[in-house]
T-cell receptor, first 114, second 113 residues
Framework: DAGVIQSPRHEVTEMGQEVTLRCKPI?????LFWYRQTMMRGLELLIY????????DSGMPEDRFSAKMPNASFSTLKIQPSEPRDSAVYFC????????????FGPGTRLLVL | AQSVTQLDSQVPVFEEAPVELRCNYS??????LFWYVQYPNQGLQLLLK??????LVESINGFEAEFNKSQTSFHLRKPSVHISDTAEYFC???????????FGQGTRLTINP
């Protein structure tokens, strides 16, 4: 299996622009997670889905952030408008049932907002 | 709520020396425990996990961790480290029955020749 796939790997944008991060989970996995990693706050769970349905979005910072999972093989995390404080590495992870306690992480998207 | 404290932000050791990375957690419910490793510019990889049973768990590359319920700890050890172990190590907990991982701040392990 190719593992969790994320695109783009790097994104540089200007403040105010819309940013869309993409994730393809491991085939057959029914949980998908979005995390953000920063030096100040470490690794934070933003939102997770089960069977394409958002289960917990309590970690989403504010209304500028939105996430969707239109089907079992694709999810997006969108930031509109972006701000410099959104600069971070964004990870997608997936897990399957049974064994849902083990999450497999993608390589991450490094976002820089100027 | 859960919280995880990794007591050392950086640990420098010499090659072939033993190492211990400390992790303590706080939770009002039973949890699963994990160690993840992050090599430079890569995602996180599961190193080992404790779900139930024997409190000592091992990884394929020589790391081990012991769950100590009374001390709420899950320290990671390796008797002899290699240059290739240079990475950041994250301790994490997951409440049983939930899917949310709560991570510690990470410990950067640096191996000197």
């Amino acid at each position: 299996d190719a593992g969790v796939i994320q695109s783009p790997r790097h994104e540089v944008t200007e403040m105010g622009q819309e940013v869309t991060l993409r994730c393809k989970p491991i085939s057959g996995h029914d949980y998908l997670f979005w995390y953000r990693q920063t030096m100040m706050r470490g690794l934070e769970l933003l939102i997770y889905f089960n069977n394409n349905v958002p289960i917990d979005d309590s970690g989403m910072p504010e209304d500028r952030f939105s996430a969707k999972m239109p089907n079992a093989s694709f999810s997006t995390l969108k930031i509109q408008p972006s701000e410099p404080r959104d600069s971070a590495v964004y990870f997608c992870a997936s897990s399957g049932t049974p064994g849902a306690e083990t999450q497999y992480f993608g390589p991450g998207t490094r976002l820089l907002v100027l | 709520a859960q919280s995880v404290t990794q007591l050392d932000s950086q640990v420098p050791v010499f090659e072939e020396a033993p190492v211990e990375l400390r992790c303590n957690y706080s939770s009002s419910v039973s949890v699963y425990l994990f160690w993840y490793v992050q090599y430079p510019n890569q995602g996180l990889q599961l190193l080992l996990k404790y779900l139930s049973g024997s409190t000592l768990v091992e990884s394929i590359n020589g790391f081990e961790a012991e769950f100590n319920k009374s001390q709420t700890s899950f320290h990671l050890r390796k008797p002899s480290v290699h240059i290739s172990d240079t990475a950041e190590y994250f301790c994490a907990v997951m409440p049983q029955g939930a899917q949310k991982l709560v991570f510690g701040q990470g410990t950067r392990l640096t191996i000197n020749p």
